[in-house]
């Protein structure tokens, strides 16, 4: 009963959309000029599949960001972790320290959430309730294996122009689909998850 009302006060902290999810990471503050993972995990949530998705797709998405050497790659090793505890059936999700600290400038940080407003407002409008079957259980654990796969492929898509930035919009589709409980969301992000692996594919054969 007492984890059950952590879980609840928890979630009612976490954001509930890209916009909210923008402003609690834009909201750390970073007196050494840097900001951790770990932080920005805690800003997010720890515990719920839905933030830690968006907040990889989030990532991924931004051109300041993503475009740092190395950063898809951590994303896809953190977007693989989360998804292998959910399939695994775990409550809350562990990360190895060295990934929690790695760090980033606060300034490239804030340009790209900058940059991310104004689309973010525009999702943020057309999230509905809808197809709740695709973001039930069963859906869920599919969700999962799919971002497994794009997260693998994330180290080949470095050198594969826009292709990184790609995979970030299906994983934050994802992320605010399961948030929203918004299953026309999770439909489009397969559709672009299926499209982007076969264009990479396509690109390295």
């Not at 800003?43 to 475009?67: E, K």
């Not at 594969?160 to 929203?180: D, E, K, R, W």
Request: glycine share 8%; aromatic share 8%.
């Amino acid at each position: 009963m007492e984890r059950d009302r952590e879980d609840n006060a928890e979630e009612m902290r976490e954001p509930h959309n890209l916009a909210e999810l923008i402003a609690v990471i834009e909201a750390i503050e970073s007196p050494s000029g840097q900001i951790s993972f770990d932080e920005v995990l805690e800003a997010a949530g720890r515990r719920s599949f839905g933030p830690l998705l968006l907040l990889a797709g989030l990532v991924t998405l931004m051109p300041i960001i993503s475009g740092i050497p190395g950063v898809p790659s951590l994303m896809g090793l953190f977007t693989v972790l989360v998804c292998v505890q959910l399939l695994l059936g775990r409550r809350t999700f562990w990360l190895p320290a060295w990934l929690r600290n790695r760090t980033v400038a606060s300034d490239k940080v804030r340009k790209g959430l900058k940059w991310m407003y104004k689309p973010a407002s525009m999702v943020d409008r057309m999230l509905y309730r809808r197809l709740s079957f695709m973001v039930g259980k069963r859906a869920m654990q599919l969700i999962a294996v799919v971002c497994v796969v794009l997260a693998l492929a994330m180290p080949p898509m470095e050198f594969v122009p826009f292709s990184v930035n790609i995979a970030g919009v299906a994983l934050t589709l994802f992320g605010l689909s399961l948030m929203a409980r918004d299953g026309l969301l999770a439909l489009i992000a397969f559709l672009i998850s299926g499209t982007t692996l076969a264009g990479i594919v396509h690109y390295l054969a």
